[in-house]
Every structure is written in structure tokens, then in C-alpha cells.
DNA sequence: CCCGAGTGTTCCGTTTACGGAACAACAGTG
DNA sequence: CACTGTTGTTCCGTAAACGGAACACTCGGG
């Protein structure tokens, strides 16, 4: 993770928000020459520094870090997932996704286990997913649904990119 | 932010998935001294050394500092909305919300700007939303869409809470 | 022109996060 | 029993992140 992309972020934040560098380090309680250092990349800052800036900003961490999260970047060539999030209940665990696919080939993912099952939001796009022996198909702002525990495909459908969320439940075994 | 609870959900993953202490540090490349002591919550971790672990156990930040995102938590009483992420692309900017919405009465929501989208994936309970003057309804499983630039509301069905993610679409303007 | 108030950057002493090594505790050998 | 390989914690010198102060700079007034 470039600690640069990070401080463009954050400046690019508050000058969003009309505030000077002074100004958001004694509200957030740091030093300006922390956050004059942090703005420029040439800090590596500390979780109590980013925490305090961040939330005076009134933005999560997520915000800063978003697109680069180096998460399972999955299994093949077409198709890009980024976790989000992963959350618990006392029933299943849920991994949250942003899914990106290609278009080009027929992405092939294997089966995963019983009872898992996957909700995808599509947000651009035409997607064609699902069980590899039945696919569905969903156009930007279609949802798809489907058990996971077999073999299943996604394909972007025309030549433009699909931008998804991809949500797997696992049940709680 | 507490860091005692950063650490122990690292050690929480750490042991989840079966991994020593020793062995995370060598492959997250940071120094045992490190790892045991951000897992106490005796240090106040690096972003550097934060991101060496998170990558090394795939979770992005996000699965460490999820609940306590002091993010806009949402409108009202009924719902509770944890902002996860906001992406960024060249037509549209989206914000994707963890929602909880607790069994009792419908919550409303004032109208957004023209063009803004919902898509609400429901994970438990059954919930009732939409257009306040049209609501729609979804089990678990089930996916909500509509156009936000009219008052909207959120509601239970049963008394079961639920919890669904919601996605806000905001095309660029 | 000078002055005060603001901007953001740089300098610097103190604090502390860092990794390597040394450590005690335990497990499975021969 | 010793030996070897683990486990995670603690010690410690070095590197660096920290906040405060000093700095150069740009405005707007008197």
C-alpha cells in the first residue's frame, strides 16, 4: 500500500471540505507537521493518527482505503473480487465483495460448500452468472441469486465491464 | 478506537485460521515483538504494519474496524446504517451500507437527489421498503431497487430484526 | 509600508514502534 | 533424560513518528 495514495486522500478530503491543514490538526488533536507529513506520503502513520483524522473528517477508513485493498483477488483473469467486509451473525458468516468482470472469456469458479449462497447486485453492465449448467443473466441494476456448491461461471455479457457486489453466505455448519 | 480491540481480532482471525503467531509474522514479514504486542493491544500499529497483516490474512481493514465505524449512522431509530465503503467511478458514486432495521415502526426517509438509486439485499428477517407510497417487500435472500428521489420508508415485518446491505447509487452530475 | 493572522513546510528533541535476539514453557522425539 | 523444534513473551538498540516551535509565505487593513 503506497502510504502517498493515502495522503492525496486525505487531503483531497479536506480541502472537499474547506479546511485548512491547521485548523483539521487541532481539531483532530494532531500536530501539523504529523499531518503536513501524512498529506505528503512521507509518514507512515500511526492507527491513533489516521483514526483521529479520519474521524474528524467524518469519513471511515474505508474511504481512505478503498480500491487498492490488495484483498483474494480472485481466481482468474476476468474477474477481479475485492473483499469489503466480513461480518457474523449467530446464523452464517457473510463476505461482502466488489466485483469487477472483464469481458472476454467465461470465468469458471469451482464449487464451494453446501449451502453457500451467493447474491450479486449488478451496478453496470450485463452479467451472466450462476450454475455452469444454467446461468442467469442480469442487466445493471439486476440482482442474481444462486446455491454455490456447484461449479458456476460469470461472463460479462458485451464489451463493457460489469461492476457488481457479490455477497457469499456461509451457513453456519 | 481502541486498539485492544484491533488486536483481538487479529488474534481472533490469526487463531481462526489455524496460523501461529511466529509464522503470520514471518510471512507478514514484521517482527515477532510486533505482532505480539499489536495483538495485545500494547502497540499503536503502523498503517504499514497494519496493512502487512491484513494482506497477509486477506481481511481487508474494514473486517478489523467494522463495527464501531462511528460512520452517519443512520436517520432514525428503527434503522441503523454503518457506511462500509464508498467507490468512486467515472459515472456514478456508490456508498454501500451495512443495515439493520429493528422491529417496530416505519422509519421514513426523506427524499435524496434526483437520479439516486437504492439496492437493498436482504440477509435476515423480512423487510418492507420502497416509496413511501408504494413499498415493496423482501424475504431473506430477496433484493429491493428504487429510485430514492421521493420520500421512502423502512420497516420489519415480524418481529424479527433485519439485516440487509444497502447500496446508494449516486450518478455523477 | 508595516503589521497581524492566516496559510503550509521544515527543524528538532522526545517518545515510541520497529525487528532481531534472548528467553521460558511446552511437545514430541530418540 | 537430553535434544530439537515449536509456542508466545520480553529485552533492547535503532529507526522513525510524534507534537511544539520556528520558519517563509500570502493576504487584507490601517
Known sequence: MDPAVVGRRVRALREERGI???????LAGVGKATLSGLEHGTR?????????VTAQLGVPFTALLAEPTAGPTA?????????LE???DTDATY??????VAPGPVQ?????????TEHITV????????????????PAGGHLRWVSDVPHTYAAVGDEEVTASLLLRYPRR
Chains 1, 2 share one sequence.
Open 95 to 100: 463476505e461482502l465483495y466488489r466485483m469487477r
Open 86 to 88: 466480513v461480518f457474523t
Open 108 to 116: 469458471l469458479s469451482p464449487a464451494h460448500q453446501p449451502g453457500v
Open 75 to 83: 481466481h482468474g483473469t476476468a474477474v477481479t473480487a475485492t473483499l
Open 44 to 52: 507512515n502513520p500511526t492507527l491513533e493518527t489516521l483514526w483521529a
Open 20 to 26: 485548512s491543514l491547521s485548523t483539521l490538526a487541532r
Open 123 to 138: 451496478f453496470a453492465g450485463v452479467l451472466r452468472a450462476g450454475p455452469a449448467d444454467a446461468p442467469l443473466t442480469a
